[in-house]
């Protein structure tokens, strides 16, 4: 079980520092508002993240495999990274800021629904997780794992993953401080266009 652990831990560590629109989002709030509101989104998507894997490891993410399914919430993901999208480019043409961790517009319940949001309509999600959960035998457990094998597994999952989230939003509050104005208006412009290609692609996939 200690191996199973120490894989599950692993793959968490390389599952959340993908590249991808909360890593996105979590920069963009943290430009603005540092340390905390880049937290709230990581944790919001934990969140998402710990249905997912219950869902996945239960079995039950073979639901969402299916078209009436999959395609539908594909749909919505799509949607809601045009929505951020748009966002990221008002902001990028818009005056940089003045850092306030005590404004209210700095995160709050916004960010944290935001980053379940992303966690929970990514259909990249679907496939992992549902995939994952067959795959536990080969990453130091016996044919026909347990319940005490899956509680390892996703024990050591959302461990790495909850210390991601503070690792990520220390390293944006941090480099925050030498982002200037015409930085900012590159990062925000260039995380709308990253994020306007993904909610495209997706579609396209979808409804391709």
């Known amino acids: 079980m200690t191996e199973l ?4 831990f ?4 390389l599952f959340n520092a993908m590249p991808g629109a909360i890593l996105t989002e979590s920069l963009r709030r943290g430009i603005r508002g540092g340390f905390r509101p880049a937290l709230e989104v990581q944790m919001g998507s934990l969140a998402g993240d710990f249905i997912w894997a219950v869902l996945g490891l239960l079995g039950a993410g073979v639901l969402f495999t299916l078209p009436q399914v999959e ?10 990274l045009g929505w951020i999208a748009w966002q990221a480019l008002r902001d990028g043409l818009s005056p940089m800021p003045a850092y306030d961790p005590f404004s209210p517009a700095t995160g709050g319940q ?8 992303l966690s929970l309509a990514n259909p990249q999600n679907i496939s992992y997780w549902t995939g994952l959960g067959g795959t536990i035998t080969t990453l130091g457990v016996a044919a026909n794992p347990c319940w005490t094998a ?3 597994f996703l024990t050591g999952f959302m461990a790495s993953s909850v210390l991601w989230c503070f690792v990520c939003a220390g390293a944006i509050a941090w480099t925050r401080s030498f982002i200037g104005p015409r930085t900012w208006m590159i990062l925000n412009i260039g995380c709308a266009v990253g994020l306007a290609y993904f909610s495209g692609l997706v579609l396209f996939r979808t409804i391709g």
């Open 5 to 8: 652990f120490v894989h599950a």
């Open 10 to 13: 692993i793959l968490g560590f």
């Open 71 to 80: 395609k539908p919430l594909a749909i919505a993901g799509a949607v809601l």
């Open 110 to 117: 916004s960010a944290v629904t935001t980053g379940a949001a």
């Open 150 to 152: 899956f509680t390892v």
